[in-house]
T-cell receptor, first 106, second 122 residues
Framework: SYELTQPPSVSVSPGQTASITCSGD??????VSWYQQKPGQSPVLFIY???ERPSGIPARFSGSNSGNTATLTIRGTQAVDEADYYC?????????FGGGTKLTVL | EVQLVESGGGVVRPGESLRLSCAAS????????LCWVRQVPGKGLEWVSG????????GYAESVKGRFTISRDNAKKSLYLQMNSLRAEDTALYHC???????????????WGQGTLITVSS
């Protein structure tokens, strides 16, 4: 079965750039979505189709996807961005989520 | 307001069955694919099952294949998950989620319900 691998945790200082990776075989051939989830809340779609942001998502969030790795980049990270982030892709007719990355803003 | 509201969760014993429902409002229900995603508290997201807009195409995670059945009633704007032969490892918060695009595949999920908790314990 297809797998997506994320680092369990990423730390960043306020105002700096955070990068969260998501790896999978030939992931660049698939569309990747990214979700933010805060404690006690449901996931929120932050990036779809690799690079697109839904309305209302701050421009400091961006995505990329090439080769075997997709990346969620947060520029000018703020304390409010501290959360769990999940990547997601489709493999044939099933959906796969990465294991999630806890972003800590120190 | 676009929203999804799950119901039907509870505490059951191993081997028992449960049926989850997800009531939709605020969008043209019959146009979109939907899915169930579960999350053990404190753990990651796991896709359970999905169904295309017309109900003709469904998919299941290997962990639930043969035990769970997804269905939808477009007239009632509702999504269902029939869960049979429940196991302790099925214990989780179950969310329903809506595909971002008409049809329902190869894209993200833009609307999520708050979830309904299933506990399987003897």
């Amino acid at each position: 079965s297809y797998e997506l691998t994320q680092p369990p945790s990423v730390s960043v200082s306020p105002g700096q750039t955070a990068s969260i990776t998501c790896s999978g075989d030939k992931l660049g051939d698939k569309y990747v979505s990214w979700y933010q989830q805060k404690p006690g809340q449901s996931p929120v779609l932050f990036i779809y189709r690799d690079i697109e942001r839904p309305s209302g998502i701050p421009a400091r969030f961006s995505g990329s996807n090439s080769g075997n790795t997709a990346t969620l980049t947060i520029r000018g990270t703020q304390a409010v961005d501290e959360a769990d982030y999940y990547c997601q892709a489709w493999d044939r007719s099933t959906v796969v989520f990465g294991g999630g990355t806890k972003l800590t803003v120190l | 307001e676009v929203q999804l509201v799950e119901s039907g969760g509870g505490v059951v014993r191993p081997g028992e069955s449960l049926r989850l429902s997800c009531a939709a409002s605020g969008f043209i229900f019959e146009n979109y694919g939907l899915c169930w995603v579960r999350q053990v508290p404190g753990k990651g997201l796991e896709w359970v099952s999905g169904i295309y807009w017309n109900g003709d195409t469904v998919g299941y995670a290997e962990s639930v294949k043969g035990r769970f059945t997804i269905s939808r009633d477009n007239a009632k704007k509702s999504l269902y998950l029939q869960m049979n032969s429940l196991r302790a490892e099925d214990t989780a918060l179950y969310h329903c989620a809506k595909s971002r695009i008409v049809g329902g595949s190869n894209d993200g999920f833009d609307i999520w319900g708050q979830g309904t908790l299933i506990t399987v314990s003897s």
